[in-house]
């Protein structure tokens, strides 16, 4: 039952084929086994209690899709009972009183939170290492990282430690780790998945909650479980109805490669790109080149400033305790002063930027039914690398800028769904995006659908480990 998809797995559970003491017995038995290698599942609870749970469950008529599924939570998520840190060593033994809004849906579905998933410090920057608890590692090779900030869901999907998987993406952190992993990652559009009532709520609209999975039906059903309005934050948005089937026969496909350049691409990334648009040509889509629709640099400086913004109003204690600040890495501290430093017109600047982008993309989905970018630049980076500082000779000026291409969906809130679509000549796995029209959850995950049936690439090609 470790291969089966999270939808048959439910239908076993609710036709009482599997009880869900089996399904727990067989997960830790998993994570045994597979965990110490790539290290993506931390602060698991004690075994014991967890199989008391699930047998407790065996008896009990199903209440939600999730019935008796042990899920590991990312560890950017507080979660009532469980060990949430963060990824910082200021939250080493942080148990919370409550859970996030998240993690309550997942209960709400019959889940039982079983463990976290490894993230990086604070969920910044794409790679999942922490001072806590280490590096989680590519399932498809040990050396290399399985990206972020959801790395150690994605790790953990690919090596059948879970059947689904949350996650969250401000800067592609639901994609970059799905194409390290071969593995789906939605971003959905913004405010489906509604915030915590937290802080701020007005202007913080770029990050969001998203489901990963190894199936595009799995991800979908889970968008399900997380959607559906949160009355005390505004921007409420409607759940979808789930509907996948989609013929791609006339279906409209922009290629923007790598945005007339601005991006820089390893070898070989555009290349698997290109191959998989022409196998969704002979699935009857229409694939056309696109040039830059708008300026790549435009987005990358409303983008950075809007993310410092963000950050400083968060997280300024970070760096105004010196206590804190010694305890936190230094990309968080770099986002911190770079939002302190900023002015309100600078702000205002950046946010008529991106209200520009909205329009043209908006115009851009009149003439498309989606826009397909690379899911990441590079492909899975030495573990022990902090950040790629170059990509083929270029240098990047920050400790994100490797992964550009993620933000032209992410600015606007864009639905964004990254696929498998190969490997590279040593085995390391990519994806690319496909971008729909805000409101088009379903739409975007039809067309990917259409290709998981297609390829199956997650079931074709699993890590060795799994």
């Known amino acids: 039952m470790l291969q089966w998809s999270a939808t048959v797995l439910s239908a076993a559970i609710h036709a009482r084929k599997v009880a869900p003491s089996e399904v727990m017995a067989a997960w830790l038995a998993q994570v045994a086994a597979v965990n110490p290698a790539v290290n993506a599942v931390v602060s698991q609870r004690d075994p014991d209690e967890l199989m008391a749970e699930a047998r407790a469950l065996d008896d009990v008529a199903p209440q939600g899709w999730l019935h008796g599924f042990p899920f590991a939570v990312k560890d ?5 009972g469980v060990r949430t840190t963060w990824g910082s060593p200021l939250y080493r033994d942080h148990v919370p009183l409550k859970d996030d809004l998240v993690a ?15 993230v990086p410090e604070w969920g910044q920057g794409s790679h999942s290492f ?23 869901a994605a790790a953990a999907l690919a090596t059948r430690m879970a059947w689904v998987a949350d996650g969250s993406d401000m800067m592609g952190s639901l994609r970059n780790p799905a194409a ?38 799995d991800v979908a059903r889970l968008l399900l479980v997380l959607a559906g309005e949160n009355s005390e934050v505004p921007f409420p948005r409607g759940v979808p109805d789930l509907r996948l089937d989609r013929d791609l026969r006339g279906c409209r496909i922009g290629w923007l490669a790598d945005w007339g350049g601005a991006y820089a691409m390893e070898p070989g990334i555009l290349p698997l790109c290109e191959a998989a648009l022409r196998q969704m040509e002979e699935m009857g889509a229409v694939v056309e080149p696109l040039p830059p629709p708008f300026p790549a640099e435009k987005l990358w400086s409303a983008w950075v400033t809007l ?8 997280k300024r204690a970070l760096a105004e305790d010196p206590a804190k600040r010694a305890l936190t890495k230094p990309e968080t501290i770099w986002e911190i002063e770079q939002g ?16 520009r982008w909205h329009a043209h993309a908006a115009r851009l989905f009149h003439r498309y039914d989606a826009v397909v970018l690379p899911s990441a630049q590079v492909w899975p980076f030495p573990a022990d690398w902090r950040w790629p500082q170059e990509i083929a000779g270029r240098q990047m000026d920050t400790y994100h800028r490797w992964m550009e291409v993620v933000v032209p969906a992410s600015l606007i809130g864009l639905p964004a769904l990254s696929v498998p679509v190969g490997f590279s000549d040593t085995g390391l796995p990519t994806g690319m995006q496909i971008i729909g029209r805000s409101g088009d959850d379903m739409g975007v995950l039809g067309i990917g659908q259409a290709w998981h049936r297609a390829t199956e690439w997650p079931q074709r090609r699993p890590p060795a480990l799994a």
């Open 76 to 80: 950017l998520v507080a979660t009532e």
């Open 340 to 355: 302190m430093g900023l002015s309100a017109q600078a702000v205002y600047e950046a946010s008529v930027i991106r209200s």
């Open 130 to 152: 922490n001072p806590i608890f280490g590096v989680t590692r590519n399932p498809y090779d040990l050396s290399r990282s399985a990206g972020g900030s959801s790395g150690g």
């Open 104 to 118: 309550a849906r997942l209960r709400a579905s019959g889940a039982v939170i079983a463990a976290k998933t490894n």
């Open 307 to 314: 993310r410092a913004m963000m950050n400083a109003g968060s």
């Open 180 to 217: 390290f992993c071969n593995v789906y990652g939605f971003r959905p559009t913004w405010g489906l998945v509604p915030q915590d009532a937290e802080g701020d709520t007005y202007l913080s609209t770029m990050s969001t909650e998203g489901p990963m999975g190894r199936t595009v039906e």
